[in-house]
């Protein structure tokens, strides 16, 4: 049943306010003496005290302090000291914060953080707003951890912060000289990563110096930090394809995989990163700054897959039907159709495909994403003055070339288990694919190649007043931002010579190098089975002769016009916000903010589809769109201060998200499928999505324990109009029918829930017991699309795990700091299909692909074996979690797709400091 309104509590805070100084690794801690959220800034001014703690417990009590202050809903992670970010990546660290989840993606790298459920966030560096390549979103793994001062995820918004979170807004700080200390700072951190599943070791290093003095013309700071990390990979994913119905000779009407795939989705990357910040304050009213980042990524990589045709099997024996039959819509192929016959069919647990092809392939990559952001300005504070100027520059470019090659051969017979535990099995009797001799070519060549880059220029201004008494503040600000984006590339694709498995790989002279080795666990016992090799197929002269194999000229296609499209986007934006603060009764007083932010954005787009016609023709026809809004976007907030120890708040906000580029681009496109069994497909933009709108409402209760910690527990909800999904939906385009992925706006849809957390440092403990510390958050989320007839009405938006929580043990006592966290989120739906290609059971509505739950233990210790040198362990994933799909229907589990072995990683590494 689904609930109304969650009434309850949240929070997170310390009541002390740190002052982050780079001294040897401590942190000074002072009482607040702000009602604001701290700047770095005002952090550096504030007057130490005798108490002084480090490391990690130092990070969470500032964290927790930037929480109690904040106007808005904050949740902070800060760096324990330089170069040491909690976590080794970004986005690891994030899914620590109440709220945020995160999954696993195809490099075995944490990822793709999102805030109770939703990815539409806007990131920003050092307040600047940033992404990669086209899209809206940043790849928080192209920036590494080490360069990170301190990370703030807004679950509420304001006025002053820059429009285009739905879900929230996650902001970025590097390292800025004038928060270390006076003098010279220099730090460097090299750690070896192990992977237990590719078996190699990696290395990641970072090195930072900076020198902060005062000269005869003012305080000075300058800083530069440069890191790289290396990386290798290997994901191994066994997964029972497409569903299918067949009706067999002694056994009756079957449901199984038209195939068994396995994938090995492997490779090494290499990450630059470097940046720069320069600070001069003249006086104390007066500074200017500037600073620039360049993060870059280098990837090469491959899917190699195996693959079982089942379909393709003279016969089936062996058949182990469960007692999972229900009636099926069927049609002529065996798999989906809106109009096929219906019969009655029984879910296979295990059979034994006679006769049958077997394919191996290579999907070869080689990406390349750069990052550049570059920034300045100046700002004034004197007296009850506040002023803040900013221009940037953004620039991201990615590119990916892509070849793939696909090889196979008949084989006698293999065994299959589709649901073992939730994995699929399949044994080829006496591994015919480990043998490289006797493969031939097999169905097409798929060689591509696609480029993204865009340019942000921003000028913004924010400016405050000290007015004092009830109407404590008067802010106001405006931001001018201009984003062009292009993308383009060209695909192109050739028939096997002679025809699917028709001709051997040995009639041509494609060298020794050809053919290489990988291997999937679940797939005939882990064995190697043989593939073409990734850097043959990288390499432009062994294009060249595959491409002749395929009947296609040498050399690389033009880009062309139906792969590609433009962008120019101006937004306008302007705001004014008043602060408040009302004293009530002795400790008892109310402050908070009220204010809106209008924005307007102008957009015009351009792109091309190629459409085939009925004679199977095929034309580029140009599109173009231009598009304007504007939205006001209010918000309010209040906080109830009961004391020192106790306060209570409530906020509302009003947030846009803009869809992304490639979801707004006119251009359409269909590919006519070359198989029997693989429908017709094609994808589209939508020129006509409206920007996704939340109402967005906190209520939080918090207490503090001082320095020892806080307990804490919150409401929340955002109703949410025109929420943006992807659709798979039946088209018929001149006469013939295709699978078209199309987003589309959802009319309305709700999510609400609550949070609760806390954080207790045990140091009234006697002796070695009083360095232990405990940590736990957990959030519910509630989600439901409430369009009326909408397809998906009543069902929960894709991404939201109902349950998400954390719990952590700490310890930092004589030199040694330790931690050890578990992260668990349970079940959540990835992706419609409702009008995919899986045969289904009749009226079973909406078909999603649904993720199991999942959990994972990390852990980590670092001992300080001097006042200069720390020793580091970290391991990640030490319960070997597992990532797995199914498909779904009515939240029903019907058989088991993916089965993906996330990697269980070991790090050590040094950390100096002087």
């Known amino acids: 049943m689904r ?24 942190v000074d801690l002072v009482p607040p003496t702000s009602q604001d959220a701290p700047s770095a800034e005002a952090a550096e001014a504030a007057p130490a005290q005798d108490i002084v703690i480090v490391g990690q417990r130092a990070s969470l009590v500032q964290a927790a302090d930037i929480k109690q202050r ?28 109440p709220g945020v989840q995160v999954a696993v993606n195809s490099r075995n790298e944490v990822g793709g953080p999102i805030i109770r459920g939703l990815d539409d966030i806007l990131t920003t560096l050092n307040g600047r707003e940033v992404f990669t390549g086209a899209g809206r979103g940043f790849a928080f793994e192209d920036l590494p951890a080490e360069a990170l001062a301190q990370a703030d995820v807004y679950k509420s918004s304001s006025a002053d912060l820059i429009e285009g979170g739905v879900a929230g807004v996650v902001n970025l700080n590097l390292q800025k000289p004038l928060r270390l200390k006076a003098g010279t700072t220099l730090a460097a951190n090299v750690r070896a990563i192990y992977g237990e599943r590719v078996g190699r070791t990696s290395i990641t290093a970072n090195v930072l110096a900076a020198h902060h003095w ?39 009407g079957v449901i199984l995989p038209a195939a068994q795939t396995g994938l090995n989705a492997n490779g090494h990357y290499t990450r630059p990163q470097g940046n720069f910040a320069l600070q001069w304050k003249p006086s104390v009213e007066l500074e200017f700054y500037i600073d620039g980042l360049y993060a870059g990524d280098r990837t090469t990589r491959a899917d190699n897959y195996i693959l079982y045709d089942n379909v393709s099997a ?51 990559h080689r990406n390349r994403t750069d990052n550049y952001q570059l920034g300045g300005g100046v700002k004034y504070d004197s007296g009850r003055l506040h002023l803040m100027a900013d221009l940037s520059w953004v620039r991201s470019v990615t590119s990916d070339e892509g070849f793939r090659v ?28 480990a043998d490289p001799s006797d493969f031939r070519f097999t169905y097409g060549l798929d060689d591509s190649f696609s480029r993204a880059a865009a340019t942000l220029k921003a000028a913004r201004f924010d400016a405050r ?16 931002a201009e984003r062009k984006a292009e993308v383009s590339g060209y695909y192109q694709g050739g028939g096997a010579p002679g025809g699917a498995f028709a001709t051997p790989i040995s009639n041509y002279d494609l060298g020794s190098g050809f053919l290489g080795a990988s291997s999937v666990a679940g797939f005939d016992g882990g064995a190697t089975f043989s593939v073409p090799r990734t850097d043959y197929l990288l390499e432009a002269a062994n294009q060249d002769v595959i491409r002749a194999v395929y009947g296609l000229p040498a050399g690389r296609p033009v880009d062309q016009a139906e792969r590609g499209y433009s962008v120019r986007e101006r937004t306008y934006a302007a705001y004014g916000q008043v602060r408040y603060d009302v004293p009530i009764s002795g400790a008892l007083s109310l402050d908070g903010l009220v204010g809106v932010r209008f924005t307007k954005t102008d957009r015009d787009i351009a792109g091309a589809g190629r459409v085939f016609d009925d004679a199977g023709g095929s034309s580029v026809v140009a599109v173009a769109r231009s598009t304007s809004d504007s939205d006001f976007l209010p918000n309010a907030s209040a906080r109830l201060k009961i004391g020192s120890d106790l306060q209570a708040r409530v906020t509302y906000a009003k947030a846009i998200s803009r869809p992304g580029f490639g979801s707004l681009n006119p251009g359409i496109n269909y590919t006519l499928s070359t198989s029997d069994y693989i429908l017709n497909s094609g994808s589209a933009g939508n020129p006509d999505l409206r920007p996704q709108k939340s109402d967005s409402y906190d209520a939080t209760l918090e207490y503090y324990l001082g320095r020892r910690g806080y307990l804490a527990l919150g409401a929340y909800r955002k109703n949410i109009t025109d929420r943006v999904v992807g659709q798979v939906a039946r088209e018929t385009i001149a006469g013939i029918e295709y699978n078209i992925n199309r987003p589309r706006n959802v009319g309305s849809a709700t999510l609400q829930g ?13 002796g070695a017991f009083g360095g232990l510390g405990v940590f736990a958050n957990y959030t519910y989320a509630d989600s439901e699309v409430t369009t009326p007839g909408d397809t998906l009405e009543g069902y929960a938006l894709t991404g939201v795990s109902k349950n998400n929580y954390n719990v952590g043990l700490l310890y930092e006592k004589f030199g040694l700091s330790a931690r050890a966290v578990y992260n668990w989120r349970s079940a959540y739906n990835l992706y419609e299909q409702t009008q995919g290609q899986d045969v289904r059971p009749v009226d079973t509505g909406v078909y999603f692909t649904r993720a199991q739950p999942q959990g994972r233990l990390d852990a980590s210790i670092n001992y300080d074996v001097g006042p200069n040198m720390t020793i580091t362990f970290d391991g990640l994933n030490l319960t070997g979690a597992k990532t797995r799909t199914f498909r779904s229907y009515q939240d029903e589990v019907l058989v088991p797709r993916d089965y993906s072995y996330d990697e269980r990683s070991f790090l050590i590494g040094v950390r100096l400091r002087y």
Request: glycine share 12%; proline share 5%.
């Open 3 to 26: 609930t109304s309104w969650l009434l309850s509590v949240s929070a997170l805070s310390v009541v002390v306010a740190p002052v982050a100084r780079a001294q040897s690794g401590t």
């Open 70 to 97: 904040a106007d808005q809903v904050v949740d902070s992670i800060v760096a324990d000291d330089i170069g040491k970010f909690p976590d080794t990546s970004v986005a690891s660290a994030l899914q620590r914060i």
């Open 214 to 252: 005062d000269g005869a013309g003012g305080e000075f700071g300058v800083l530069v930090n440069a890191s790289v990390r290396q990386y290798q990979y290997s994901r191994q994913t066994p997964f029972n394809d497409n569903l299918l119905a067949r009706n067999i000779p002694g056994v009756g």
């Open 314 to 364: 003279q016969s089936m024996t062996n058949v182990d039907l469960s007692d999972d039959c229900s009636d099926y819509q069927v049609g002529g192929n065996g798999f989906y159709s809106p109009t096929g016959s219906v019969g009655r069919y029984c879910v296979a647990r295990g059979f034994t495909a006679n006769n049958l092809n077997a394919l191996t392939a290579t999907e070869a």
């Open 406 to 433: 696909l090889i196979g051969k008949p084989i006698a017979s293999v065994t299959v288990r589709t649901n073992e535990g939730g994995q699929p099995l399949a044994d080829a009797v006496g591994l015919p694919l």
């Open 465 to 480: 007043y000290d007015v004092g008494g009830i109407v404590d503040e008067l802010q106001f600000g405006g931001r001018i």
């Open 754 to 766: 609550i949070e609760a957390s806390g954080q207790v440092f045990l140091d009234f403990l006697p």
